[in-house]
């Protein structure tokens, strides 16, 4: 094996429980809360009821739910159903700054999944979830922003290798098997950007597929299955046909030493991670100057360079584009209130208003923005009286540096889950804040 692959595949088998922070369980807790959550949400939503009919016809019965229904399906289907689910509607974790990973779909789902299944506890999944995270985000730094930038969605192509170190941290493989289910993970890559030109709800799937790819690669692995020993750094490896200018010291740099899961960014609103500022901002200064939609003539948008290169829509053509357009989500923001996901819907697609503005806002590179995917941003609002407005910032309340609390996250949970049963909901939702303390998640009730 090469280096890289074998400490990674090292360190995902042999982490344990006695080594991992307090603060680090923490974050990890948040992280599954906030994705079965998204998941609960997203599995309402048409695209995500058709992969779920589509798991139904073809899983044998199993014991794994698809969260937020009363489907149970086998693992690798669940994993699909509910990775789809989790990317739904833009509602999943992130982590800052960015490196184009979604530790959501690519380790919560699948790791509880199995946990369902084999009837694991608490601490067996907060392992594997950490284990998979540490591996997921050098993987992502690794490819140093260059994966989207040749035409491939980054979370479909590295989620796969998060996905196989949780799933084969819970069916324990040593370190030989896991480096082969890294090997098999990497022929399992895929998804391509061109949903963000020409639209289509296939940018969900992708997540659903990184799932599901990775719980194969470690399952084959475990059976002796085996794959390339270059698949991160190898000549036709990853880092090498996915990228330019990859970065593969990254790979392994501080293993052990650093913890990424402290990283972790959870969003506010329902639309791209780059919009997520920007939408601050307006709300900022609606608040301030306590202003309505119709009092504003004109957007202006400064940002990042993936800001003005990829999410520069001034007219989108669906809810997937929509979601992916930071000045149709800064429009929205001055008409209606983000943070109900709800607000992100046909209706808003279609208000003239809205559209007329969006379709007006100036995108432009923030000189002072350091990095292809920094978060810095400058909103200036133009006025129907002739008064500029501006505001600049860098986080939102999520972002590691303002984390939300306990109750700021049950308050999002609730939002996208208690439409179904407020009380079930909030019965989860301290289920999985004390995880370590479960025995046996096949005893949990997800459906809501």
Not at 162 to 186: E, H, K, Q, S, W
Not at 233 to 251: M, S, T, Y
Request: aromatic residues 6%; positive net charge.
């Amino acid at each position: 094996m090469t280096e890289a692959s074998q400490r990674l595949a090292e360190f995902a088998v042999g982490l344990t429980w006695d080594r991992i922070p307090p603060e680090v369980i923490e974050r990890a807790k948040d992280c599954v809360i906030d994705t079965v959550g998204a998941c609960v949400f997203g599995s309402q939503l048409p695209w995500s009821r058709t992969v779920v009919e589509y798991a139904s016809r073809n899983s044998a019965p199993g014991e794994c739910s698809v969260f937020g229904t009363p489907v149970k399906v086998r693992a690798p289907f669940a994993c699909l159903c509910n990775g789809a689910a989790a990317h739904a509607f833009e509602l999943d974790a992130l982590v800052e700054p960015s490196v184009g990973i979604h530790p959501s779909a690519a380790l919560a789902v699948p790791g509880l999944a199995p946990a369902q299944g084999r009837k694991l506890g608490g601490k067996a999944l907060l392992s594997a979830y950490i284990a998979g995270f540490e591996v997921l985000y050098r993987i992502g730094h690794a490819a140093n922003h260059s994966i989207e930038k040749v035409g491939f969605h980054s979370p479909g192509i590295v989620g796969v290798f998060g996905t196989a170190a949780v799933v084969g941290r819970l069916f324990d493989l040593d370190a030989a098997r896991m480096a082969n289910a890294f090997g098999i993970a990497g022929s399992l890559s895929s998804g391509l950007m061109e949903f963000s030109m020409t639209g289509g709800m296939v940018k969900r799937l992708h997540l659903g597929r990184a799932a599901e790819g990775g719980f194969m690669a470690a399952v084959l692995a475990r059976d002796g299955y085996t794959g390339p020993t270059g698949v991160l750094d190898g000549k036709f490896g990853i880092l090498n046909v996915f990228c330019r200018d990859a970065q593969p010291e990254r790979l392994t740099k501080d293993l052990g030493k650093v913890w990424h899961v402290m990283k972790t960014k959870i969003k506010r609103y329902a639309c791209h991670s780059t919009a997520q500022v920007p939408v601050t901002l307006a709300l900022d200064l609606k608040e301030k100057h306590k202003l309505a939609g119709d009092d504003v003539a004109g957007i202006a948008i400064s940002g990042g360079e993936k800001v003005v290169t990829q999410h520069a829509i001034n007219e989108p053509r669906d809810l997937t584009m929509m979601q992916y357009s930071v000045p149709y989500s800064v429009a929205i923001a001055l008409h209606r209130d983000p943070l109900d996901p709800r607000t992100f819907s046909e209706a808003t697609l279609n208000d003239p208003k809205i559209r007329a503005l969006a379709k007006g806002a100036q995108v432009e590179l923030l000189k002072s923005a350091s990095g292809y995917s920094s978060s810095a941003s400058r909103l200036t609002l133009k006025l129907k009286s002739g008064q500029t407005l501006t505001a600049e910032g860098h986080d939102f309340k999520g972002t590691p540096t303002m984390p939300l609390t306990r109750a700021e996250l049950l308050e999002k949970f609730l939002t996208l889950t208690a439409h179904r049963d407020r009380a079930k909901a909030q019965r989860l939702f301290s289920q999985l804040a004390e995880a370590e303390n479960i025995a046996d998640f096949g005893t949990l009730d997800f459906a809501l």
